[in-house]
């Protein structure tokens, strides 16, 4: 069974610390966090994991596109040109990305305001 860590033990943890205050300028996307912060993926999911579980960040969820389908028109000659749209096994879909954001919360802002002082 895995140990809950205390909120002074997550404090103490640099890199939580750092997570902390890389959102709170603006919000980040986890590959900007890894980027900016130069951590390892396996360390950063536990980081944001934590942090989450204490509510001291938000996660948005944006979706970035929509989801296009491409249809194949087949004509009816007996309605005088009009036609029905078929969705088309051979032609490509274009599936919606969708793109996560961390930002600090209101809980998280006063932790850190708390643990600066």
Request: proline share 6%.
């Amino acid at each position: 069974m895995e140990k809950k860590l205390t909120d002074q033990e997550v404090l103490k943890c640099k890199d939580s610390c750092r997570i902390l205050k890389a959102v709170q300028r603006k919000p980040l996307r986890y590959s900007e966090i890894k980027r900016l912060l130069n951590l390892k993926p396996a360390r950063l999911e536990y980081l944001l994991k934590m942090l989450r579980e204490r509510m001291w960040i938000i996660v948005r969820v944006v979706p970035n596109k929509a989801l296009v389908k491409f249809y194949k028109v087949f004509k009816d000659p007996r309605k005088n040109g009009d036609g029905i749209a078929i969705p088309h096994p051979d032609t490509p879909t274009r599936k919606c990305k969708i793109l996560v954001e961390y930002s600090l919360s209101k809980r998280g802002a006063a932790v850190l305001r708390a643990h600066a002082k």
